[in-house]
C-alpha cells in the first residue's frame, strides 16, 4: 500500500467518526427522546475526543509527511497533489 493511501485510510477513519457525530447530532434534534440527552452528550465527547486524539496523533504527521515524499514527482494539478 502506498503512503498516500495509507494517509487516505487514515483520513477516512477520522472522517467516519465525524460522520456518525453528525448523525448522531441529527438524531438528538429530531427524534432522540429528552431522556437520552445525557448519554447522548457522553457518546458524542467520546467520539469528540477520539477524533481529535487521532487527528494530533504524531501518527499523523508522519503519514502526512510520508504521503506528501509519495507524490512530490505527481503532476501538481493532480486530484493527489491539490
Known amino acids: 500500500m502506498s503512503a498516500y493511501q495509507e494517509f487516505c485510510d487514515y ?15 441529527w438524531d438528538a434534534r429530531t427524534q432522540m427522546p429528552a431522556q437520552g440527552a ?3 452528550g457522553h457518546q458524542l465527547a467520546t467520539l469528540s475526543r477520539i477524533a481529535q486524539e487521532k487527528f494530533t496523533n504524531p501518527a499523523m504527521e508522519q503519514l502526512l509527511e510520508r504521503a506528501a515524499k509519495d507524490v512530490q514527482r505527481d503532476d501538481p494539478d493532480s486530484y493527489r497533489v491539490r
Open 11 to 25: 483520513i477516512a477513519e477520522i472522517n467516519d467518526i465525524l460522520c456518525v457525530m453528525n448523525t448522531l447530532t
Open 38 to 40: 445525557v448519554t447522548r
